[in-house]
């Protein structure tokens, strides 16, 4: 008897550590992903409330808004004029995204379900792209928007929509993406379309898109991420403000409000809205995508 009374208070015992143990773990993982979040949201927040202070609270490094400034907004569009730079972005990302879909779900099935020769080498240079830094490419593109390397159609492409958008409206890693994704489709529906009578064009347009949606929203969250942050790029060929984007603008606010903390602040919010607004609309798509891709080579 009393060795059996042992033997339960030693159970006991070695769940309670046990849950104590797991406990312990989780709160360990908890608290690290707690302060993790904070950080990241840290600079957002500080973002947000610069931009709803007066300027003598930002001087004073105030963590709260006495009373919210939501004039800065309209101050800041109107000052910065970000109404012509907002539209510039709208036209030149919108512009980019039809390029980047066109050529990306075009390669990306050629490379998936045409046997061609050269299909894995031509593949492996295109893979090989993705290790060259942007800042290497920014000169050759340059000489080619100039007409520098051969003539282009229209002349130079500077301060033009094309300028700003040709160059980016094919993307390595999206192609890499879509090709990933199309492989995983069985051959045996391209042989029953076959059998109806579809070529390849035929079956990529009502077989292949309609359940490629998830993969392909992924493709235009990165490509309009891409475009709408640009900077560096549209900084060197834009030196008058025709087709500056958002980003350049805002800018060129910077070096021209000088102090103005809070509006600057203003600025870059409204730079990030966009982004927030399109990401939480696409969440679902894009982690279904990213999920269901590189499952097979």
């Given at each position: ?13 070695k ?37 709803l ?28 004029d970000?109404a ?17 879909l ?10 998936a379900?045409?046997?061609?020769w ?13 290790m ?14 100039r ?13 033009s ?35 109806d ?10 077989i ?59 600025g870059a919010v ?5 982004i927030?607004?399109v ?19």
């Open positions: 008897m009393a060795s059996s009374t042992n033997t339960a208070y030693q159970l006991h015992i769940k309670s550590s046990s849950f104590a143990n797991r406990f312990f773990s989780k709160f360990i993982l908890y608290a690290i992903l707690v302060l993790g979040a904070v950080l990241a949201l840290m600079p957002f927040y500080w973002m947000i409330s610069t931009s202070m007066t300027l003598g609270e930002t001087i004073n490094r105030k963590w709260f808004p006495a009373i919210p400034q939501f004039i800065n907004y309209l101050d800041a569009w109107n000052e910065a970000f012509k730079y907002f539209l510039n972005s709208v036209i030149i990302t919108g512009t980019t995204l039809v390029g980047i066109i050529t990306s779900t075009l390669a990306g099935y050629a490379f379900k045409i046997k061609f050269g299909r894995e080498i031509i593949f492996a240079i295109l893979l090989s792209t993705l060259i830094p942007e800042s290497i490419t920014l000169l050759p593109n340059l000489l080619m928007v007409g520098a390397i051969f003539p282009l159609p229209g002349g130079s492409w500077m301060n929509l094309q300028g700003l958008t040709i160059p980016f409206m094919a993307s390595a890693f999206s192609i890499f993406l879509l090709r990933q994704f199309f492989s995983q489709i069985p051959h045996e529906l391209w042989d029953a379309a076959r059998i009578g579809c070529n390849h064009f035929l079956f990529l347009l009502r292949v898109l309609p359940i490629s949606k998830a993969p392909i929203m992924t493709v235009l969250l990165f490509g309009f991420t891409g475009a709408w942050n640009a900077f560096a790029w549209p900084l060197l060929v834009t030196t008058r403000d025709t087709w500056r984007p958002l980003m350049v603008g805002l800018w060129t606010f910077v070096t021209e409000a000088g102090p103005q903390t809070n509006l600057l602040m203003a409204i730079t990030l809205l966009p927030l607004v990401y939480f609309f696409t969440q679902k798509q894009f982690t279904t995508g990213i999920a269901t891709t590189g499952l097979k080579g």
